[in-house]
């Protein structure tokens, strides 16, 4: 997104915001600052992600809590995977909104065949809290560890460990 001032000044980032009826709104976060905005429907919205990751799924499902992380994630995983691209997705309001998402998707998550659900959520209190909900809501839930010195998946990338969180969330470290 550009700047409404000059119409040429980088301003914010926007990610879609996808309902039953395809793209709803977008989520977005000036560059400045961690200060979400919306444009359009951003509540009682699909993962950020789902339709992609609809197309590429198999019987595994990644989940990230934020938008940057579940981009840094996908990359990881290419860079160490045989795919070029995976089914990643980004809760739509950060560990918090695990349960309200949850509602949403859990019959498609089941019509998909889905079985195993990867959670690869921020090594803090909310992503803590975050994987014990969700080992609440799905049998075969699957928590990974950060590589060292990183707090997610976005971290991992910025600090040059990258293939080490490729390895770790699909499961060959």
Not at 21 to 31: E, F, N, S, T, V
Not at 78 to 93: A, C, F, I, K
Not at 114 to 140: M, P, Q, S, Y
């Amino acid at each position: 997104m550009l700047s409404v001032y000059d119409g040429k000044t980088p301003y914010a980032i926007a990610f879609p915001s996808e309902d039953e009826d395809g793209l709803a709104g977008w989520k977005c976060r000036p560059l400045a600052k961690k200060d979400f905005f919306g444009i359009g429907k951003t509540k009682d919205t699909y993962p950020m992600g789902w339709s992609r990751a609809m197309t590429v799924v198999d019987d595994i499902l990644w989940f990230t809590e934020g938008e940057f992380d579940a981009v840094a994630l996908d990359y990881c995983l290419t860079l160490v995977g045989r795919e070029d691209m995976y089914p990643v997705v980004s809760l739509t309001h950060g560990g918090g909104s695990l349960e309200k998402n949850w509602e949403k998707i859990k019959g498609l998550v089941i019509s998909q065949g889905i079985r195993v659900l990867v959670f690869v959520v921020d090594d803090d209190d909310v992503g803590h809290e975050c994987e014990r909900v969700a080992k609440t809501l799905w049998d075969n839930v699957v928590i990974i560890k950060k590589p060292r010195h990183c707090k997610d998946a976005n971290d991992a990338v910025k600090l040059g460990y990258a293939e080490d969180m490729g390895r770790l969330a699909m499961g060959l470290i």
